[in-house]
């Protein structure tokens, strides 16, 4: 149920927006919208069912960036003419996309990915030492006092 409203909140920007952009090139509303539900579907598994719980959310905003420019430049370039203008209005349109990308995973994916994971948590042995692959805390510093061997046999020696 979560994933399908995670895709359905996808679906709904990615249409509203692909449709703000691609009405300018004379291109159906059904196409558009239609377009719009694959890619959703094809970004959604890519990016954020594979790429984004392995790799953050930058790389799996780049990802959607990529796949996106790519697909609307397919869509405009099979209805209208190969020109510059359909080259800038899939960047342009796949740049406002994956704003509105990071945002849903930093909203939406991240939450839904944390309650999973510690769903799991509860559920699984945890191991005795894990080490995560990703960590910010990975190198840490410990504090101890220094023993000088000389001086302990000296006050040995003493007693």
Do not use: C
Request: hydrophobic share 55%.
């Amino acid at each position: 149920m979560k994933h399908l409203l995670a895709l359905s909140i996808k679906y709904i920007f990615v249409g509203i927006i692909l449709t703000s952009f691609l009405w300018v090139f004379n291109i159906p509303i059904g196409s558009i919208l239609m377009f719009a539900l694959v890619v959703s579907v094809a970004a959604y598994f890519l990016g954020d069912l594979i790429i984004y719980p392995r790799f953050g959310n930058l790389v799996a905003t780049a990802a959607d960036f990529g796949l996106y420019t790519i697909a609307f430049w397919f869509i405009i370039y099979s209805f209208t003419a190969n020109t510059a203008n359909s080259v800038i209005a899939s960047v342009t349109t796949a740049f406002v996309i994956s704003l509105v990308e990071a945002l849903f995973h930093s909203l939406f994916i991240a939450r839904f990915f944390k309650r999973a994971e510690t769903a799991e948590k509860d559920l699984a042995v945890q191991p005795a030492v894990s080490k995560p692959r990703f960590s910010p805390v990975r190198y840490m510093t410990e504090f101890a006092d220094e023993v000088d061997i000389n001086l302990v046999a000296k006050r040995a020696k003493k007693k």
